[in-house]
């Protein structure tokens, strides 16, 4: 190969790598001592809360982290807040009251958690079984939980899943959700985290009942993952894919996985021709806006969803949809206004039309129709999105594990149709 060409195949790869087309590439035996039990998860369970309250229901340790000092144990059933102080934070309780400014919380057996509310700031009252870790940051308090592996796969269940889904679908999303937690662990590094306990991240709220379903498929596939030669695969997934899953790379800026390429998820013999995930649940919906409506959410979004949050798009003038090849799902939104044209790409469509990022407000999916709604002097009076689906639409559907399993289908079936090439491996072996 000549200078030129090795010159050519380093920017390509450079390229592939800068838009997010290459994976994190992680051996699965950089992870097995996770699946040992011997390095926890860390979950960012809350953040810039002015104050917290705990309630442990097994004696708990409380600690000055930095200083690793121990400063006081307060038994099961008291109440103890933490609030930002001069000193970092404040910890009150029966007879308590100190500051450090760093604490770490440990449950002293493993029967019980702490059960957390807050004020202000994002986080979930919830059941909590790890070690908590609270820091005083600029924005309020910050909380990580440090847990096992499969104690956090559990909560991820819970929070991801209806808790009256089959047991195999619920196996099939552990073995997804545990294999994404380990290709993405430090992904909120800034945070002293690996993970959120929110959707930008995967959903999780605490420690599910014991003898939930949720604790059962856990514990049922501890320590198995999805690989592709020997890598842990990017395991994506969603709600329901109304008809058929998305390949990685028409919607996550050009993600190039073979085992993310996009399924037909309809049987191939049904009475009802339906996709798996349409069964007893509707997957359509509709979505209006006014155009005033859709000028404002594109004039406060399309900024920060194209990475320009200094833009001020003007008046709009013209919306017009580009759909994927061979898919009803649209792969790019032309946007036109007073001041120039601009491109939204794959699921950024569906943020321009919410908060401007990931989150419960925007469209259900790309996959949609758009109509233009007229007054009788034929002038733009209002968008309506016909859709089908819930989320991203790449990898395993969630109602079509459901709809799967009850057609018959194990975990492992499940997995291998949503991502094809991809191969269940046992960590612990």
Same mark, same amino acid.
């Given at each position: 190969?000549?200078?030129?060409?090795?010159?050519?195949?380093?920017?390509?790869?450079?390229?592939?790598?800068?838009?997010?087309?290459?994976?994190?590439?992680?051996?699965?035996?950089?992870?097995?001592?996770?699946?040992?039990?011997?390095?926890?998860?860390?979950?960012?369970?809350?953040?810039?809360?002015?104050?917290?309250?705990?309630?442990?229901?097994?004696?708990?340790?409380?600690?000055?982290?930095?200083?690793?000092?121990?400063?006081?144990?307060?038994?099961?059933?008291?109440?103890?807040?933490?609030?930002?102080?001069?000193?970092?934070?404040?910890?009150?309780?029966?007879?308590?009251?100190?500051?450090?400014?760093?604490?770490?919380?440990?449950?002293?057996?493993?029967?019980?958690?702490?059960?957390?509310?807050?004020?202000?700031?994002?986080?979930?009252?919830?059941?909590?079984?790890g070690a908590l870790h609270v820091a005083s940051t600029a924005g309020g308090l910050r909380v990580v939980e440090h847990l096992n592996l499969e104690a956090y796969i559990a909560g991820v269940l819970a929070a991801e899943m209806p808790s009256y889904f089959p047991l195999e679908a619920m196996k099939a999303q552990a073995i997804a959700a545990r294999t994404y937690t380990l290709q993405h662990l430090g992904d909120h590094a800034d945070d002293g985290a690996d993970l959120c306990a929110r959707v930008h991240c995967q959903a999780y709220a605490g420690m599910p009942p014991p003898d939930s379903r949720a604790v059962q498929a856990a514990r049922q596939t501890a320590g198995k993952v999805l690989s592709y030669h020997g890598l842990l695969i990017d395991?994506?997934?969603?709600?329901?894919?109304?008809?058929?899953?998305?390949?990685?790379?028409?919607?996550?800026?050009?993600? &190039?996985?073979?085992? @993310?390429?996009?399924? =037909?998820?309809? +049987?191939?013999?049904? !009475?009802?021709?339906?996709?798996?995930? #349409? $069964?007893?649940?509707?997957?359509?919906?509709?979505?209006?806006?006014?155009?005033?409506?859709?000028?404002?959410?594109?004039?406060?979004? &399309?900024?920060?969803? @194209?990475?320009?949050? =200094?833009?001020? +798009?003007?008046?709009? !003038?013209?919306?017009?949809?580009?759909? #994927? $090849?061979?898919?009803?799902?649209?792969?790019?939104?032309?946007?036109?206004?007073?001041?120039?044209?601009?491109?939204?790409?794959?699921?950024?469509?569906?943020? @321009?039309?919410?908060?401007?990022?990931?989150?419960?407000?925007?469209?259900?999916?790309?996959?949609?129709?758009?109509?233009?709604?007229?007054?009788?002097?034929?002038?733009?009076?209002?968008?309506?999105?016909?859709?089908?689906?819930?989320?991203?639409?790449?990898?395993?559907?969630?109602?079509?594990?459901?709809?799967?399993?009850?057609?018959?289908?194990?975990?492992?079936?499940?997995?291998?149709?949503?991502?094809?090439?991809?191969?269940?491996?046992?960590?612990?072996?």
């Open positions: 190969m000549t200078a030129a060409s090795w010159a050519c195949t380093a920017l390509l790869c450079w390229h592939l790598n800068f838009t997010g087309a290459l994976p994190r590439e992680v051996h699965i035996d950089q992870v097995r001592a996770h699946a040992a039990g011997q390095r926890p998860v860390r979950v960012l369970i809350f953040n810039n809360v002015s104050r917290i309250t705990l309630r442990p229901q097994v004696a708990v340790a409380i600690e000055d982290a930095r200083a690793r000092e121990h400063l006081a144990t307060a038994l099961a059933g008291a109440q103890i807040t933490l609030s930002q102080a001069t000193a970092g934070i404040a910890v009150q309780g029966p007879g308590m009251r100190l500051t450090a400014s760093e604490i770490r919380i440990l449950p002293l057996t493993d029967d019980g958690g702490i059960v957390i509310s807050s004020h202000g700031g994002w986080g979930r009252r919830g059941l909590y079984q395991a994506l997934y969603h709600s329901a894919c109304g008809g058929a899953t998305a390949p990685a790379w028409e919607v996550r800026q050009g993600k &190039l996985l073979p085992y @993310l390429c996009g399924v =037909e998820d309809t +049987p191939l013999s049904s !009475e009802l021709d339906q996709p798996y995930c #349409a $069964r007893d649940h509707d997957v359509a919906w509709t979505t209006r806006l006014s155009w005033q409506q859709a000028e404002r959410l594109i004039s406060s979004n &399309l900024g920060v969803v @194209l990475g320009r949050p =200094e833009l001020s +798009p003007g008046t709009l !003038e013209s919306l017009r949809t580009v759909n #994927a $090849r061979n898919t009803e799902r649209v792969a790019w939104l032309h946007i036109s206004t007073n001041k120039g044209a601009y491109r939204v790409r794959g699921d950024a469509v569906r943020w @321009l039309f919410g908060a401007g990022h990931p989150g419960p407000k925007g469209l259900r999916s790309t996959a949609f129709a758009l109509e233009l709604e007229e007054n009788t002097r034929h002038m733009p009076r209002a968008l309506v999105f016909q859709g089908a689906g819930h989320g991203h639409g790449i990898g395993l559907c969630q109602w079509g594990a459901r709809g799967r399993a009850l057609a018959g289908q194990t975990a492992r079936e499940i997995l291998a149709a949503y991502y094809p090439g991809a191969t269940v491996t046992d960590l612990r072996r």
